[in-house]
Every structure is written in structure tokens, then in C-alpha cells.
T-cell receptor
Framework: EAQVTQNPRYLITVTGKKLTVTCSQN?????MSWYRQDPGLGLRQIYY???????DKGDVPEGYKVSRKEKRNFPLILESPSPNQTSLYFC????????????FGPGTRLTVT | DAKTTQPTSMDCAEGRAANLPCNHS???????VYWYRQIHSQGPQYIIH???NNETNEMASLIITEDRKSSTLILPHATLRDTAVYYC????????????FGQGTELSVKP
């Protein structure tokens, strides 16, 4: 089954404790991206990757890092999480950047205390 | 990117057609209209897209007015599982892949 998976689905952590949210897709997609969703602010793009070893900032990249060493994986790294990064995070992929149809993962709900 | 305006919420009876309007009066010639939906905090799901012709797929139909200033997403036989927030997006193709989601329409399908 074609899908985007994210782990963990739920995470409660403390300020400053490094964490990684994994994202993996099995569709051989070139393009992957990360969004966060907050009440009243909608979905905002954090980072995206047009292909392996190619990443770029989205609208809200501060406090986040990404890497794209393999085509299927696009982890989101929070090196020193803060409470304002409490949010619902989604990973997405598509066959190429700008493709009409993007596939979203199930989401990771992160709480930073 | 064209600004889109959608009603905040709508109700629809189960089994009836759900018609979701979207206004994008400032749309430019190379901007596509996309529709996604999000069911209760799940990941958004692609529904359909179009440029100027009406489009239909297994999920829905997209009707775009001739002047392209507005469009309507039609779910022909709404079910309870269609209850979701529906997002209308108008933007150019290949813009770093970013989808610009607005506030959307919360559709409630009622028995």
C-alpha cells in the first residue's frame, strides 16, 4: 500500500531534549516536505526537499533541521525543542515538487513542556 | 498566490450532493485550483485539481466558472465519512511544492 509513515505519532518531551520525528514513504517520490499545523494558523511549511541531498527552507524553519540522505526518508530534527514547537506535524511527499497530488502522513502530535 | 474565500462551515444531508463553493477572484492565468480535505486532524488528502476545465474523478467533481473567479467542489452522494475540513487552494504549479492552506470549510454530513 502506498503510504507515508511518521513516527512517533504522539510525543511528550521537555524543553531542550533533542528529538527526531521520522518520515518515510514507499512510493519512490522525489519530493518530501514537513508542515506544522496550529489552531488559527493553519498548515505552514517548515522544510522541503526536491530530491536526495537537496533541502530548502519553508516558511517557518527556525528551530528545525532536516536531512535527506535517502530518497524514502526525511527526518525532522528538533535539537533543542521549546514549548512554542508544540504542534501537530505532517510529512508529505509527491512524485516531484509542485505536483498536484501530495500524500500526507498521519501526523505527529508533539507536546513540549 | 490567489487568495481564496470559503464559507466557514456547511451542513449536508447524508446521500445528498455536497456543493462547496470557493471564491478566487484574483486568480491568475497560470494558477491551478486544488482541493484537499482533512478529516479530524488526520493528514490532508488530495481530492482534485483543475485549471479551467471542469474535472471529475472517483471522489468528486470540480466546476470552475468561465472567468475562473470561483469554483465549486461537488461530492455527489455525501456520506458521514465525508465530514471534514475542505480546503480550496489556488496557486501556481511547481512553487517549491508548498501548498498554501487557508481556513477551509468545515463540512458536516448529517444522517
Amino acid at each position: 500500500e502506498a503510504q507515508v509513515t511518521q513516527n512517533p505519532r504522539y510525543l511528550i518531551t521537555v524543553t531542550g531534549k533533542k528529538l527526531t520525528v521520522t518520515c518515510s514513504q514507499n512510493m519512490n517520490h522525489e519530493y518530501m516536505s514537513w508542515y506544522r499545523q496550529d489552531p488559527g494558523l493553519g498548515l505552514r511549511q517548515i522544510y522541503y526537499s526536491m530530491n536526495v541531498e537537496v533541502t530548502d527552507k519553508g516558511d517557518v524553519p527556525e528551530g528545525y533541521k532536516v536531512s535527506r540522505k535517502e530518497k524514502r526518508n526525511f527526518p525532522l530534527i528538533l535539537e533543542s525543542p521549546s514549548p512554542n514547537q508544540t504542534s501537530l506535524y505532517f510529512c508529505a511527499s509527491s512524485s516531484r515538487g509542485g505536483s498536484y497530488e501530495q500524500y500526507f502522513g498521519p501526523g505527529t502530535r508533539l507536546t513540549v513542556t | 498566490d490567489a487568495k481564496t474565500t470559503q464559507p466557514t462551515s456547511m451542513d449536508c444531508a447524508e446521500g445528498r450532493a455536497a456543493n462547496l463553493p470557493c471564491n478566487h477572484s484574483t486568480i491568475s492565468g497560470n494558477e491551478y485550483v486544488y482541493w484537499y480535505r482533512q478529516i479530524h486532524s488526520q493528514g490532508p488528502q488530495y481530492i482534485i485539481h483543475g485549471l479551467k476545465n471542469n474535472e471529475t474523478n472517483e471522489m468528486a467533481s470540480l466546476i470552475i466558472t468561465e472567468d475562473r473567479k470561483s469554483s465549486t467542489l461537488i461530492l455527489p452522494h455525501a456520506t458521514l465519512r465525508d465530514t471534514a475540513v475542505y480546503y480550496c487552494i489556488a496557486q501556481i504549479y511547481n512553487q517549491g511544492g508548498k501548498l498554501i492552506f487557508g481556513q477551509g470549510t468545515e463540512l458536516s454530513v448529517k444522517p
